[in-house]
């Protein structure tokens, strides 16, 4: 068990993250945002699938993985968020969608 002083200054440490996967896709037909981006961040010990729009492709690894205004679905295995990301990345085309880019 941590005491109150160990618990507040691993509070303060900043947390691990990378981007695992990045798909961008694009749309000329949508109002607003052309461009949709869905993500797996690792974070520590959790699996994040991050989605957001806007009108140009983010490539900035730090803006991937801390956007306020995305979407963010959490997992604690990489499977599981991989399994998600393509569940969206199929829907978006669905929707209409074009892929751009990704890894």
């Not at 005491?3 to 993250?17: E, G, I, R, S």
């Not at 991050?50 to 009108?55: K, L, M, P, S």
Request: hydrophobic fraction near 40%; charge should be negative.
């Amino acid at each position: 068990m941590w005491d109150a002083v160990t618990k507040a200054a691993l509070d303060t440490l900043p947390t691990m993250q990378t981007v695992l996967k990045n798909l961008v896709l694009y749309s000329p037909t949508q109002p607003g945002n052309q461009y949709r981006q869905i993500a797996v961040v690792k974070r520590d010990r959790v699996f994040e699938v991050r989605i957001f729009g806007g009108d140009v492709e983010q490539e900035d690894p730090d803006f991937i993985a801390n956007n306020p205004n995305a979407e963010v679905d959490i997992y604690n295995d990489r499977a599981r968020a991989y399994a998600d990301a393509e569940r969206e990345r199929l829907q978006s085309i669905i929707n209409g969608w074009k892929l751009q880019s990704g890894y």
